[in-house]
């Protein structure tokens, strides 16, 4: 088997420092290049109003009750006829 070396480490400790420093450069840039990406981005979003984020939140809030009444229902009427099955 033996030992692999990353070419990476080869050389003298100078020249380690270097490339070590080199390649934390590069990932800061690109760091700093996909954070400069997604300010452009957010620029370009169709944010919604005051009032549209109100009125969709109302709506949210109102489907998640009738849905939760709904299903809360339903479990109510299938617990009672497994109950007069079981009972039975």
């Known amino acids: 088997m033996g030992l692999k070396i990353d070419p990476f480490f080869v050389g003298n400790g100078l020249e380690q420092v270097k490339r ?14 996909f954070l400069k990406e997604v300010k452009g981005e957010l620029v370009k979003v169709a944010w919604p109003s005051r009032e549209q984020t109100i009125r969709y939140t109302i709506l949210v809030i109102i489907v998640a009750a009738t849905v939760g009444l709904f299903l809360g229902g339903l479990d109510y009427i299938l617990t009672a006829i497994t ?3 079981l009972n039975k």
């Open 83 to 85: 109950a007069f099955f």
């Open 20 to 33: 070590f420093f080199a390649s934390l450069r590069m990932t800061i840039m690109n760091i700093f290049g």
